[in-house]
């Protein structure tokens, strides 16, 4: 519900509301929170419930540093795999429907085709422990898209460079599909974190 938006960023929540929205006791509940603070997404305040903490740009530099390397190692090896056209139709219908999805201005459905894109682009480096590492911070990543996605501009050039990353992987150039790669992710996050830090969205 976190990642999702459904409890948002600065709202605050009784353990029993939540409980009710759950179908399910307190002490799952409580369980679950102790964990949730731990990995910094609330704050158990005493008699007070829990508070949901905004997504802070701190942690978003991290986790995109990490993402950009080890989605560009992805890119730079399913280059090399000499892929075709078959193999790389997720890809290519994803960028499709990016296109489209902007073209109708639905920012949502050009979110869920990008997710589709990095998703396929990390299975097809065949590296299963880039994977899971990235798999591990994914909904992080989409709950700092999901509080920026309609702050931003339209993601028009985010298509072209799933383009040009597409065609380098098609090509079999390794080094030009990690640069380009690498360069799309550190755009993203400069833009996510510009963005958290305009509209004051960190955690204070």
């Excluded at 190692?73 to 795999?81: D, F, I, N, S």
């Excluded at 429907?97 to 682009?121: G, K, P, T, V, Y």
């Excluded at 790669?181 to 510009?194: F, G, L, V």
Aim: hydrophobic share 40%; aromatic share 2%.
């Amino acid at each position: 519900m976190i990642f999702s938006g459904d409890l948002s960023a600065g709202s605050d929540h009784l353990e029993s509301e939540l409980a009710d929205r759950l179908g399910m006791s307190r002490t799952p509940v409580r369980e679950a929170a102790l964990t949730l603070e731990s990995q910094g997404l609330l704050e158990l305040r005493p008699r007070k419930g829990v508070r949901i903490l905004p997504v802070s740009p701190e942690d978003m530099s991290e986790i995109y540093d990490v993402l950009t390397e080890l989605e560009s190692l992805a890119a730079e090896q399913a280059a090399g795999m000499a892929y075709d056209d078959a193999d790389l139709m997720v890809l290519a219908t994803a960028i499709e429907d990016m296109d489209d999805a902007l073209s109708r201005d639905d920012l949502q459905a050009w979110a869920d085709a990008d997710d589709r894109f990095h998703a396929e682009l990390v299975r097809l480096g065949g590296n299963s422990r880039v994977a899971s590492i990235v798999g591990m911070m994914a909904d992080q990543v989409r709950r700092a898209r999901a509080t920026t996605l309609f702050m931003r501009p339209l993601p028009t050039q985010s298509n072209e460079d799933h383009r040009s990353v597409l065609e380098a992987i098609r090509t079999g150039q390794q080094d030009t599909a990690r640069l380009r790669h690498r360069a799309h992710r550190q755009q993203a996050k400069q833009i996510i974190i510009d963005l958290l830090k305009k509209h004051r969205l960190s955690r204070l």
